[in-house]
C-alpha cells in the first residue's frame, strides 16, 4: 500500500484540512474535471497578486520586471516539462477548450484550404468535436473519423484509407476522459507523417498521469490544461512545432502582439508572442508554472505507483459488484478513469446519492456523447482518482456502493 505516502502528499493540499472540520466525508473521486490545488501553486499566485502585482513586458519598474520574469518562467518549465525544443513553442492559452478553438481557426486560415479532410476519433471531447464540425462548415472541410469497439480501443484496420489525400489532419486525444483508454499516440504520429499528415494531440487527461515527451512522439501541436494538472483554472498550453507555429497566422488581436501600428495596417511580433494579445493570465501562469514544480517534485515514479494502487482498488470493486454495475472501457492500456452504469438507477440519482455520503463522483455524458450513445445510453457515472486518493476513499466508496444498491433496492 502507498497510504503512508499519499498521507504526506495530502498535507500538501489545503482543502483536506479544511474538509476535516466539516460535518459529513470528503472524498474526490472527481480529478478528471479538475484537479486539486496543492499549497504551492495557491502561494504562488498569492505572492504575485500581494507582493508584485503589475501588467508584463510593457513597464519598466520592479513590479513589472518581476512579473515579466516569473510569466516567462513559467513558459520555460513547460517546455522543459513536455520535452519541447524551446520555449518559443509554448502559448499560453486559456485552457485546452481555447487551445483547440484558437489552433483550429489558425489552422484553417495558415495551413488547411477548402476541400481538406480532418480526422477525429468518435472518442474525442466535446470541445475538440463541435469545434471541428464548425470548422468544416466555415472553411468547407471534410470531417471522418475513427471509430472504437466495445473495450474503448481505437479501431485502427482503415487508418491507412482514412489518412490518405486529401486528408491534412488527424486531431485526437492521447486519453478519454470517459473511459479512460490510452492512444497509441506515437504509432499514429507516424502513420500521420508516412502520409503527410500533421497530427495534434488533446493532453488535458493525459498531461498529469502520464511523462509528455512531444519530440519523442513526434506530434506536431498539443493542448492541455493547467487545472487538469494541479495548477489553476483559467489556463492552458498550446505547443506546436515552432517551424509549424511560424505558418501560422495570429487568431486573436490587441496589444502585446503589435511590433508596429498604422491606421490602416500592422506588423505583429515575432514567436509565441503574437499569439498572446492583451494582458495574459499572469497569476494562472505563474501558478501553473508552481504546478509543474509539484509534480516534477513528486516524480513519475511515485505517481505512478499510486495509479497503479488506484487501478488495482478499483478494479477489486467493480469485481465484486459486476452483477450490478457495468464497467465501460476495457483496454489493457488505460489510466485510472472508470466510467460505469447501474441500469437500474439513473446516473444524476447515484451522483446524488454519493454527494449525500460524501463522495465527488462525475454524472452525465462527460461532454462525449458519441460514446454514451455508442453503449446505448444517455449518462454515465465517473470516478476519477489521482495522488490523493487513499485505500481508505476507496473502501468508503465500496461500502456506500453497497449501501446505494441496497436503497434502491437492486440489491437485497
Not at 478528471?32 to 513597464?59: F, Q, W
Not at 465501460?328 to 460505469?340: A, E, P
Amino acid at each position: 500500500m502507498c497510504d503512508a505516502l499519499i498521507k504526506e502528499i495530502r498535507q500538501e493540499f489545503p482543502i483536506f484540512e479544511y474538509q476535516s472540520s466539516q460535518k459529513t466525508p470528503f472524498i474526490y473521486f472527481d480529478h478528471a474535471a479538475t484537479a486539486l490545488k496543492p499549497r504551492c501553486v495557491i502561494e504562488a499566485m498569492t505572492d504575485y497578486y500581494s507582493k508584485y502585482t503589475a501588467n508584463i513586458h510593457r513597464g519598466v519598474h520592479q513590479g513589472s520586471y518581476k512579473a515579466s520574469s516569473e510569466y516567462e518562467n513559467a513558459r520555460k518549465k513547460i517546455a522543459k516539462f513536455i520535452n519541447a525544443k524551446s520555449d518559443q513553442e509554448i502559448i499560453f492559452t486559456s485552457g485546452t477548450t481555447a487551445s483547440i478553438n484558437h489552433f483550429a481557426r489558425s489552422l484553417c486560415q495558415g495551413i488547411l484550404h477548402k476541400g481538406d479532410r480532418v480526422i477525429l476519433s468518435t472518442m474525442e471531447h466535446h470541445s475538440s468535436l463541435v469545434c471541428w464540425q464548425a470548422m468544416a462548415q466555415e472553411y468547407d472541410l471534410q470531417l471522418e473519423f475513427i471509430d472504437f469497439d466495445d473495450n474503448g480501443e481505437l479501431d485502427l484496420s482503415n487508418l491507412n484509407t482514412l489518412l490518405a489525400s486529401p486528408t491534412k489532419l488527424l486531431s485526437v486525444l492521447s486519453v478519454s476522459n470517459t473511459l479512460g483508454t490510452v492512444n497509441p499516440i506515437r504509432d499514429l504520429a507516424k502513420k500521420c507523417h508516412e502520409k503527410g499528415v500533421h497530427i495534434f494531440v488533446d493532453m488535458a487527461q493525459s498531461v498529469a498521469h502520464l511523462p509528455t515527451d512531444v519530440q519523442a512522439d513526434d506530434i506536431d501541436f498539443a493542448a492541455f490544461s493547467g487545472h487538469k494538472i494541479f495548477g489553476p483554472t483559467g489556463i492552458g498550453v498550446f505547443w506546436g512545432k515552432e517551424e509549424l507555429i511560424k505558418k501560422l497566422p495570429p487568431f486573436f488581436y490587441g496589444g502585446g502582439m503589435i511590433r508596429e501600428v498604422e491606421l490602416n495596417t500592422c506588423a505583429f511580433l515575432e514567436g509565441v508572442h503574437r499569439f498572446e494579445a492583451g494582458t495574459p493570465p499572469i497569476a494562472e501562469a505563474i501558478g501553473l508554472g508552481a504546478a509543474i514544480d509539484f509534480v516534477q517534485n513528486l516524480g513519475w515514479d511515485t505517481m505512478n505507483k499510486i495509479t497503479a494502487q488506484n487501478m488495482r482498488l478499483a478494479d477489486e470493486i467493480f469485481s465484486q459488484y459486476v452483477d450490478y454495475v457495468i464497467l465501460y472501457g476495457h483496454s489493457k492500456h488505460k489510466i485510472d478513469i472508470f466510467s460505469w452504469s447501474i441500469p437500474q438507477i439513473h446516473a444524476h440519482d447515484i451522483g446524488s446519492f454519493m454527494a449525500e455520503m460524501g463522495i465527488a463522483i462525475r454524472s452525465g455524458h462527460q461532454c462525449t456523447q458519441p460514446i454514451t450513445r455508442h453503449f446505448h445510453l444517455s449518462s454515465l457515472s465517473r470516478i476519477s482518482s489521482s495522488v490523493y486518493n487513499l485505500s481508505d476513499d476507496w473502501q468508503y466508496f465500496a461500502q456506500k456502493l453497497d449501501e446505494m444498491l441496497r436503497f434502491f433496492r437492486v440489491k437485497q
